[in-house]
Antibody
Framework: EVQLVESGGGLVQPGRSLKLSCVAS????????MNWIRQAPGKGLEWVAY????????YYAETVKGRFTISRDNAKNTLYLQMTSLRSEDTALYYC??????WGQGVMVTVSS | EIVLTQSPTTMAASPGEKVTITCRAS?????MHWFQQKSGTSPKPWIY???KLASGVPDRFSGSGSGTSYSLTISSMEAEDAATYYC?????????FGSGTKLEIK
């Protein structure tokens, strides 16, 4: 069974940093591209970033480019999202997703002073 | 960036009623994908590659379209279909979602 478990969320002040993790199980992690997708409270879905299976291809939404970094460790079956210079508008539930077929339960990030 | 415009934003349908949700793209895309989300849960893949139903999706659902115009149709509305539906294009980066259609049961 495919499982994706996010962690690392919490309350952080504007301008600070936070690193999210997503541990994958139930499939060969190194074979799949991965995405981060977020959903602000009461709002729709917003794609954040993508990383290919071997990290050769990486793409970001314009809203996070230059502030967020997606990475992965295939030996640890783990996907990461390093978030810096956080803003109130980054407040959201962050999901990791295997391509678009499997999603985790999400981890909440709240940016507030 | 390809902008996806979904309509309607909200709607209510009676049991047995036919429902159609549309998604229009600002540029041509190869396929459209659809997700269902119920309150407090993660989005579920519902229809992929325009017309293929994800595992477990009832066959009263169907998807169609091409180019810049796509749709999700429910042939006969049931109470369990009440949810928010999102379209997604992954033909080019950045991936983009429609703004969602909240479907309620009358």
């Amino acid at each position: 069974e495919v499982q994706l478990v996010e962690s690392g969320g919490g309350l952080v002040q504007p301008g600070r940093s936070l690193k999210l993790s997503c541990v994958a199980s139930g499939f060969t992690f190194s074979n799949y591209g991965m995405n981060w997708i977020r959903q602000a409270p009461g709002k729709g879905l917003e794609w954040v970033a993508y990383i290919s299976s071997g990290s050769s291809y990486i793409y970001y939404a314009e809203t996070v480019k230059g502030r967020f970094t997606i990475s992965r460790d295939n030996a640890k079956n783990t996907l990461y999202l390093q978030m810096t210079s956080l803003r109130s508008e980054d407040t959201a539930l962050y999901y990791c997703a295997r391509n678009i077929a499997y999603w985790g339960q999400g981890v909440m990030v709240t940016v507030s002073s | 960036e390809i902008v996806l415009t979904q309509s309607p934003t909200t709607m209510a349908a009676s049991p047995g009623e036919k429902v159609t949700i549309t998604c229009r793209a600002s540029s041509s895309v190869s396929y459209m994908h659809w997700f269902q989300q119920k309150s407090g849960t993660s989005p579920k893949p519902w229809i992929y590659d325009t017309s293929k139903l994800a595992s477990g999706v009832p066959d009263r659902f169907s998807g169609s379209g091409s180019g810049t115009s796509y749709s999700l149709t429910i042939s006969s509305m049931e109470a369990e279909d009440a949810a928010t539906y999102y379209c997604l294009q992954r033909s080019s980066y950045p991936l983009t979602f429609g703004s969602g259609t909240k479907l309620e049961i009358k």
